[in-house]
């Protein structure tokens, strides 16, 4: 401002008035627009921010929602255990061996023994010796011994004459399934005493373990230990299992579902056990388009006509990604 101007407003005060009225309310008005526009950017900020951090919450990575799908599906919900009852025959009595369906589960051998327990036979005039109310008070395996503890209910069973001996056996016998299990050996209520060494009037219940034994064993004449149902085959494909018939070869075969032969073989089961022998063999095969077929196992009598005796038919599922070796 010149010196003019200046002395000019010194005599005319209303105007020197009226000039700071007009600065004061640009002041405001810029103190307004600068207050008005750190408002709106920090709105924006704290959206953006808001925004952001949903985003990071709720982000998968490439294919995480089909990679816990598919981590659910590859958990079986179910598992197959192979149980062995009584069965009251015309003239005595015997073991039949079953495969029942159980919730999957890793403690293999408690199942299966509760299935023993709890299970309805489907052989007909098969049953089960240990009362229903018998509970597991526990299972210990080590260097191939499973120690058994159940509850004393498991006394109060009264089976007929050599029932008893039988039903004991079942037990060894489902739990010798599993490949870490060779021997068993029985408490009660976590002793045993003279009343579990006289344990359904067998009175041979003792400290040594008892081992299996498929000498009574009759039904069914065959079953299936590899390849188990569903279970996902590669080239060549490993058979094994156990039949009755041991002067005999048991034949082979594999299939699709619409009956097409993929291959055929035979093996021998050798007679190391009483009653029932194992048997072992690879099959090779041309792999299919088709993803699952079936595993048939048969006897063929003494008749030049097979009469496929004795059937088994294992449903199977092909590797498609394997390589052939």
């Given at each position: 401002?010149?010196?003019?101007?200046?002395?000019?407003?010194?005599?005319?005060?209303?105007?020197?008035?009226?000039?700071?009225?007009?600065?004061?309310?640009?002041?405001?008005?810029?103190?307004?627009?600068?207050?008005?526009?750190?408002?709106?950017?920090?709105?924006?900020?704290?959206?953006?921010?808001?925004?952001?951090?949903?985003?990071?919450?709720?982000?998968?990575?490439?294919?995480?929602?089909?990679?816990?799908?598919?981590?659910?599906?590859?958990?079986?919900?179910?598992?197959?255990?192979?149980?062995?009852?009584?069965?009251?025959?015309?003239?005595?009595?015997?073991?039949?061996?079953?495969?029942?369906?159980?919730?999957?589960?890793?403690?293999?051998?408690?199942?299966?023994?509760?299935?023993?327990?709890?299970?309805?036979?489907?052989?007909?005039?098969?049953?089960?010796?240990?009362?229903?109310?018998?509970?597991?008070?526990?299972?210990?395996?080590?260097?191939?011994?499973?120690?058994?503890?159940?509850?004393?209910?498991?006394?109060?069973?009264e089976p007929e004459s050599g029932v008893g001996a039988l039903g004991i056996q079942g037990i060894v016998n489902t739990l010798t399934e599993f490949p870490t299990i060779e021997q068993v050996a029985f408490k009660v209520d976590g002793t045993l005493d003279q009343q579990a060494r006289e344990w359904w009037g067998n009175g041979s219940l003792s400290e040594t373990p008892y081992k299996r034994d498929l000498s009574n064993v009759l039904e069914p004449a065959v079953w299936i230990t590899m390849p188990v149902k569903e279970e996902l085959v590669d080239i060549p494909m490993k058979v094994a299992g156990y039949t009755r018939i041991v002067d005999a070869p048991i034949n082979l075969r594999i299939v699709t579902g619409s009956g097409v032969k993929l291959a055929e073989g035979c093996a021998r089961a050798s007679a190391d056990n009483p009653g029932r022998g194992e048997f072992s063999t690879y099959l090779k095969f041309q792999r299919p388009s088709v993803d699952s077929g079936y595993l048939e196992v048969f006897h063929c009598g003494s008749e030049k006509k097979c009469k496929e005796l004795n059937k088994v038919r294992i449903p199977i599922k092909f590797n498609q990604t394997a390589a052939t070796s």
């Open positions: 401002m010149d010196r003019c101007s200046f002395t000019f407003l010194i005599r005319h005060p209303c105007r020197l008035m009226r000039l700071q009225a007009a600065n004061e309310r640009g002041f405001l008005r810029l103190r307004d627009k600068i207050i008005i526009s750190a408002t709106i950017a920090a709105t924006i900020f704290i959206i953006g921010f808001a925004a952001g951090c949903g985003q990071i919450k709720n982000t998968q990575p490439p294919g995480g929602q089909n990679m816990i799908a598919k981590a659910q599906e590859a958990t079986p919900k179910t598992m197959d255990v192979a149980v062995y009852y009584v069965k009251k025959t015309n003239k005595d009595f015997c073991l039949v061996r079953e495969s029942h369906t159980v919730a999957y589960t890793r403690r293999v051998a408690r199942a299966a023994l509760e299935e023993l327990i709890n299970g309805q036979p489907f052989t007909e005039n098969a049953f089960t010796v240990l009362p229903r109310e018998t509970r597991i008070r526990g299972i210990s395996i080590n260097n191939g011994l499973a120690s058994v503890d159940f509850s004393s209910e498991v006394l109060k069973a």
